[in-house]
């Protein structure tokens, strides 16, 4: 019979799995080159176990709690299969490197290099030390619509970029040539590498502390934990079948058409299967995601549902998941389907896993959120030297959805992006030639409710030199939705002000090669969340604090709370607030009545004089 781990070590073990991963975080941000990593935090570090078991995850992206796993196991097998069984052994030794950015397996863009070492302990091999990181450039198209994987970029297989402390000049040298600012993707790599090794190095001081059977027996005792936390609330789910549909806008390809999400969660004792077989096929445009990222969006969902403060984040709190996802799906695409912008899709089958089981768990689910990253990728020439500049100009904030007790936060990232930040202004400003005119909140943007939507934000950015503007926006049409009688929050939307007092919306969202001249301004305004419960319920001191804060205006207090002022003023009358409510409630102001204002919408001729500014301004300096 095994030993059992003593409970204190164990403990002991388990802060010291999360601590290293926080270290390598830190370590990180400290010495990458690109802003995206250093202050939108757009990263995950981890470690696993020799089998590729998440043992601990620092989390920047939710989504990657499935994506590094799986990467880390394929690698585990393609090396046993290339150099193990030429050798007898594992095919991975002291002082390798791997690396890949293969979207079908990390499940996302090719962005996304993928760092792993392995750490061996008295002559064993016993785990990984992965990062993953959003590299600004990687090749490929910067402007426009991608519709396969080549003209994404640079597509690095399984490889080792060091063999047994050996740097391969190969990989290296292939790199430096296939990116447009190699010093920064240079920077990142040596920055990945750094982190990777730095905790692998801390793994092998917990061993050298407390022995490799302990260490390895605490993992297991603290999965099991982990487990059996995840177990007890699945149980506390009623048994039975729930199912929930929402759409995507179009795949920014073929306009206007909807890409529907459809999930069916059945729950049977402490076991849950999330099912996404009806989830829309792989579509034309750059929104797939691979089967990593699907799973993810199910994994991310489970997580908040059953454990969402139990730390660290592993494998045992997705034991009682079953996940079904065919291939092809938009999330499970194949190759060679575009991947570029992978992140936008998943996050809406997290907020429709939560819809399907609002019926089940009312206290544990949430509205709608904004769900998309509101960023737009910028390129252009610096006018002092003529260098090329490249911007992922965002991230922006939204509105979260309602729950029953709380309203939504307001000025969110979005699921996908989780601990990500955006980016700070002072930043922008420094270091483009961008002017931030605005950032902050959309009055009314939250959708109504006994608990209202968190609000979106605005941000106006104004072209201090002429660049190339593209922005990828979803969720403008298909709005956040409200639960048991919430209003849905406003949705995203971009426009462009190429004058002072003219500026043009674009209905989809979608932005792609469009060129800015000096003093023209892109604006990206983020939705709320949807509101959860009838919005005459909510108490009027939270309107009147709303009021005073200026997160809804009188209009929004008058038409879908139903209150009442006192003649000339703006103190809430409160008799006849409450005769107004008696009246409203078997007919309620509709959700869409008082959206605010939108801007004019994008004429063909606007459109077609922004594209062809676009190629001027391409010929001219690329």
């Known amino acids: 019979m095994a030993k059992r781990p003593d409970p204190v070590q164990t403990e002991i073990i388990r802060n010291g799995l999360v601590a290293i991963t926080e270290e390598m975080k830190s370590n990180l941000l ?131 970029a060091w063999r047994r402390g050996e740097p391969n000049h190969d990989y290296l040298d292939f790199i430096r040539m296939n990116v447009r600012i190699p010093e920064r993707a240079m920077g990142d790599l040596n920055a990945q590498v750094a982190a990777v090794r730095m905790g692998a190095r801390r793994f092998n001081q917990l061993i050298d502390r407390y022995g ?97 403060l139990e730390k660290p984040i592993n494998e045992g709190s997705f034991r009682p998941l079953n996940i079904i996802l065919p291939p092809g799906r938009v999330v499970s695409a194949v190759r060679p389907s575009p991947m570029r912008w992978w992140m936008t899709f998943p996050m809406t089958i997290v907020d429709t896993i939560f819809k399907a089981l609002a019926p089940a768990i009312p206290d544990r689910v949430i509205s709608g959120h904004h769900a998309d990253l509101l960023s737009a990728a910028l390129n252009g020439r610096r006018p002092e030297n003529g260098r090329l500049w490249l911007l992922s100009g965002g991230l922006i904030g939204g509105g979260w959805g309602a729950k029953q007790g709380a309203d939504g936060s307001s000025a969110t990232i979005c699921i996908n992006d989780g601990d990500t930040h955006n980016s700070p202004v002072e930043q922008v400003e420094a270091k483009y030639p961008l002017v931030v005119e605005r950032y902050g909140l959309r009055e009314d943007s939250g959708g109504a409710g006994t608990w209202q939507g968190g609000l979106g934000t ?120 409450k005769r107004r409510r008696a009246e409203l409630v078997d007919r309620p102001t509709p959700p869409d009545a008082l959206d605010p204002e939108d801007a004019a919408v994008m004429s063909s001729d606007d459109e077609a004089k922004l594209f062809t500014r676009g190629k001027s301004f391409l010929a001219r300096c690329c």
């Open 212 to 308: 490799v059977a302990a260490v390895q027996g605490g993992i297991s005792a603290i999965m099991d934990h982990t487990e059996a936390r995840a177990r007890e609330q699945v149980r506390a789910i009623p048994d039975g079948v729930y199912e929930a549909e929402s759409f995507m806008d179009d795949d920014g390809v073929d306009a206007g058409k909807r890409v529907r999400i459809k999930v069916k969660v059945t729950v049977a004792g402490d076991q849950m299967t999330i099912d996404l077989t009806d989830v829309a096929a792989q579509v034309k445009g750059f929104y797939n995601s691979g089967e990593a990222a699907g799973k993810a969006c199910c994994q991310v969902a489970f997580k908040c549902l059953t454990s969402p």
């Open 30 to 160: 400290r010495t990458a080159y690109s802003m995206i990593i250093y202050e939108a935090q757009d990263f995950t570090v981890g470690l696993f176990d020799a089998e590729g078991n998440t043992v601990s995850i620092g989390i920047g992206l939710p989504m990657f709690i499935r994506g590094m796993s799986h990467t880390v196991r394929r690698m585990l097998e393609h090396f046993a299969e290339r150099e193990g069984k030429r050798n007898g052994d594992i095919g991975i030794y002291p002082g390798d490197v791997l690396v890949t950015n293969d979207a079908y397996l990390t499940g996302s863009h090719l962005n996304h290099m993928t760092f792993v070492v392995p750490i061996f302990a008295e002559g064993t091999f016993v785990a990984f030390s992965a990062c993953m990181a959003h590299w600004a450039d990687i090749g490929g198209a910067l402007d426009g619509m991608t519709k396969d994987i080549y003209s994404e970029g640079l597509q690095v297989p399984i490889i080792k």
């Open 458 to 577: 605005e941000k106006i950015v104004r072209a201090a030199a002429e660049f190339m503007f593209n922005a990828q926006v979803e969720r403008v049409q298909c709005r956040p939705w409200g639960l048991f009688g919430g209003h849905p929050g406003t949705g995203n939307q971009v426009s462009v002000r190429v004058s002072p007092d003219k500026e043009l919306r674009f209905p989809t969202g979608k932005v792609l090669a469009r060129h800015l001249q000096t003093g023209d301004a892109y604006i990206l305004r983020a939705g709320g969340g949807g509101g959860f419960g009838t919005p005459l319920d909510r108490p009027l001191t939270k309107i009147e604090e709303d009021l005073r804060e200026g997160y809804i205006s009188r209009k929004r207090a008058e038409g879908c709370y139903g209150v009442m002022f006192k003649a000339g003023t703006n103190e809430v009358d409160v008799a006849a607030t």
